[in-house]
């Protein structure tokens, strides 16, 4: 029966292989890779044995237009492995991934639109006449590594935007300009946040005072949160001896993308990639009784992970990463309690944002337990335990199949920012292994040891991730309380200096953060240079000011200015 709608996921697959065939038709001798959907459009690997520019893309998009519009049927059918074989011939890439389907035992599928054939396991549009040659366009250009690996050819990779109407590419597009301008990269150099340096290494991002004050400013709100929970602050070394990887499982997971670190003595050390090892030993380190759990430490501290060149990207994506990491410790009639406040700590804290949370259960993937430590018993109870106060809670939760750490599941917070895009924020994740594998425990009513239980929750999650993403929701003009400058004083001339030291003088006392800006320049210059900077307030100071007690203030984004009493002022702002 043929369908009634084509969905936009279905679409999108099609239009890969029409991608496909539209390069074949340029470049007959090309080496097909793979062509998957993508978050908003999709994408397909080649191997051309050339170079492909930007300007090439609009003329496959012409050959894909052209092929669209000949109304062609996407029909497919089962094969077997040599039948695949034979049809893929001349595909060195096909030939592999026939290959390993076969040693699966993953049936073999091939799809055939006008003249071109491909392995693909379905989920197409029935006919090119049911896309819109105006609802995709080919984006940009980069380099992949077959199969994401480093040691096999490096291909081409065609990206391309795809939607169901003409109308919401359009509307895509201008979400994407206007992202740009917000990049974080650009933005946060602007404002003289943070900066990078050649001399201290790709992805090590170096903070600015203003940076760093805006950074202890957040951390200080989790922080608050926090501590009205009763939870310690604890603080660990950044390295530590490889036992403590090995005994905690990280070591045979994650021993590749550590930094190693070997004392002169021949002794091997690693930078620490995560927090919660060390906090175990903390606890470790004396015999708890039932009546001093739980014990809550949180420490705002940077984690280590040597990430791929490529992968490196501004703040969303370094070497060192600032975690504002939490651990619990406490039995299991108590995690249930602890995890709601945590969550309530989260809701607090985004809502500071205005920024609306949903959840994504990170779950195991039941066909691969291998992967993960524990007896499946254990996963079961705590991904229960996750599933339950999510519906307490009262929110309803995406479930994330194979998604969870190698030790435990988790909560995922989303949240969407001001251009609309679902970001991944706060974590919660209840951990029955790591305490199994410390053999961490307290002493109960009973006198006997009983095992205990340990949660992970990471408010901002990555203080550079977190910064990346506020940057961007705010387009660097960031709220009040949050600006690292929130008022900059400019005077006229050299006259109104004294009068502009009371005016700094009283803000200092009111703990408002100002700048004062003296130079013997044009106002105009001034209050250009001061909007560029996006601060909250703009004082401008005259002869006029000196002689009335008052101040002319300029507010962001709004176009009249005002002039009342510095008194005023500062009421209004409580």
């Known amino acids: 029966m043929k369908k009634i709608k084509n969905t936009i996921e279905e679409k999108r697959h099609t239009l890969a292989h029409i991608l496909a065939s539209a390069v074949l038709k340029k470049y007959p001798e090309a080496k097909l890779g793979i062509g998957p959907t993508i978050e908003n459009g999709f ?53 592999e991934l026939i290959d390993d389907y076969e040693k699966e035992g993953r049936e073999l599928t091939s799809y055939t639109i006008g003249n071109f054939t491909d392995l693909c396991r379905g989920g197409h549009a029935d006919n090119t006449r049911d896309i819109d040659p105006a609802s995709f366009m080919l984006t940009s ?76 400013i957040l951390d200080n709100a989790v922080w608050q949160l926090r501590r009205k929970h009763g939870y310690d602050r604890v603080d660990i070394p950044h390295i530590t001896k490889k036992d403590l990887y090995e005994k905690s499982g990280h070591w045979e997971k994650f021993g590749d993308e550590l930094f190693h670190v070997r004392t002169r003595e021949g002794h091997e050390f690693v930078m620490k990639p995560m927090n919660c090892p060390h906090h175990t030993q903390i606890y470790a380190r004396r015999q708890w009784s039932y009546r001093d759990l739980p014990q809550r430490y949180a420490s705002t501290t ?28 406490c039995r299991k009639s108590q995690f249930k309690d602890e995890m709601n406040i945590i969550w309530g700590i989260i809701e607090d804290f985004y809502a500071l944002f205005g920024f609306a949370l949903k959840a994504r259960l990170s779950l195991s993937d039941p066909a691969h ?101 506020i940057i961007e929701h705010y387009g660097g003009a960031f709220p009040f309380w949050l600006a690292p400058v929130q008022i900059k ?18 803000l200092e006392e009111h703990g408002t953060r100002f700048e004062l800006d003296t130079r013997n320049e044009s106002i105009g210059k001034k209050i250009r240079e ?30 009249e200015t005002q002039t009342i009493s510095l008194e005023q002022f500062l009421e209004n702002i409580k």
């Not at 050819?153 to 935007?161: D, E, F, K, S």
């Not at 280590?304 to 504002?324: F, H, K």
């Not at 030790?407 to 209840?430: H, M, N, W």
């Not at 109104?496 to 700094?504: G, K, M, R």
Request: hydrophobic share 40%; net charge negative.
């Open 369 to 469: 337990q291998e992967n993960y430590l524990g007896s499946k018993e254990l996963w079961a109870e705590s991904e229960s335990a996750l599933r339950d106060l999510a519906q307490k809670r009262g929110m309803e939760t995406i479930d994330g199949i194979g998604e969870a750490s190698f030790y435990g599941p988790k909560l995922d917070f989303l949240a969407k920012d001001s251009l609309g895009r679902e970001l991944q924020v706060a974590t919660i994740q209840l951990d029955m292994n790591m305490p199994e594998r410390f053999d961490l425990f307290c002493i109960n009513e009973e006198g006997t040891h009983e095992r205990i239980v340990m949660i992970h929750a990471a408010i901002m999650g990555s203080l550079e991730r977190f910064m990346s993403v």
């Open 489 to 506: 004083i400019l005077t006229i001339n050299d006259k109104v200096i004294e009068y502009t030291n009371e005016i700094a003088k009283k």
């Open 530 to 559: 001061a909007e560029l900077e996006k601060v909250p307030y703009i004082f401008v100071i005259g002869e006029k000011e000196v002689a009335s007690t008052m101040v002319n203030i300029r507010t962001r984004g709004v176009k």
């Open 141 to 216: 250009i980069a380099g992949a590594y077959w199969r994401s690996d480093e040691k096999n050819t490096q291909l081409q990779r065609i990206y391309a935007l795809a939607f169901d109407t003409p109308a919401e590419l359009e509307e895509y597009r201008a979400m994407m300009e206007e992202a740009k301008k917000r990049d974080h990269k650009k933005l946060g150099v602007e404002l003289d946040l943070f900066t990078f340096s050649n001399l201290v290494g790709s992805g090590l991002p170096l903070w600015t005072p203003k940076g760093t004050l805006m950074r202890d």
């Open 43 to 95: 994408y397909y690997d080649f191997d051309l044995g050339g170079t492909l520019h930007e300007k090439d893309l609009e003329k496959l998009e012409g050959v894909m237009r052209e092929l669209i519009s000949q109304e062609l049927d996407m029909t497919g059918k089962s094969v077997n492995a040599d039948e695949a074989r034979k049809l893929f011939a001349d595909q060195p890439y096909k030939l």
């Open 302 to 329: 940077k984690v280590y992970r040597d990430e791929q060149s490529g992968e490196l990207s501004g703040l969303s994506r370094v070497r060192s990463i600032t975690q504002d990491d939490a651990h619990v410790f």
